[in-house]
């Protein structure tokens, strides 16, 4: 399964973004699928998680600013983000795991960075 991101960029602070997260196969429908960050000289942190029945988690300093989606028919997950502020600047992952076989499957990584 391949993962492939595209949607980041150079905004300023206040604005918005739309990470999209295309999968080469149908796996998004059935297993957890999640959204980290790794900021320059810091260890990658989950930003956001939706499980397969629709809940959803995020990181203290994302809520209320960040939503992740899915899109079953189309095999892709989104990260939409508002009101971005220069702390949410990192090279932005998405991921899934799918506990058979113990597959850990990771994007490339998509650059976003919140600079005036």
């Known amino acids: 399964v391949q993962l492939e991101e595209s949607g980041g960029g150079l905004v300023q602070p206040g604005g918005s973004l739309r990470l999209s997260c295309a999968a080469s196969?149908?796996?998004?429908?059935?297993?957890?699928i999640y959204w980290y960050r790794q900021a320059p000289g810091k260890q990658r942190e989950l930003v956001a998680g939706?499980?397969?029945?629709?809940?959803?988690n995020y990181a203290d300093s994302v809520k209320g600013r960040f939503t992740i989606s899915r899109d079953n028919a189309k095999n892709t997950m989104y990260l939409q983000m508002n009101s971005l502020k220069v702390a949410d600047t990192a090279i932005y992952y998405c991921?899934?795991?799918?506990?058979?076989?113990?597959?850990?499957?990771w994007g490339q990584g998509t650059q976003v960075t919140i600079s005036s």
């Open positions: 939706a499980t397969t029945g629709g809940s959803t």
């Open positions: 991921n899934t795991y799918v506990p058979a076989g113990n597959h850990d499957y």
């Open positions: 196969e149908s796996i998004f429908s059935r297993y957890p």
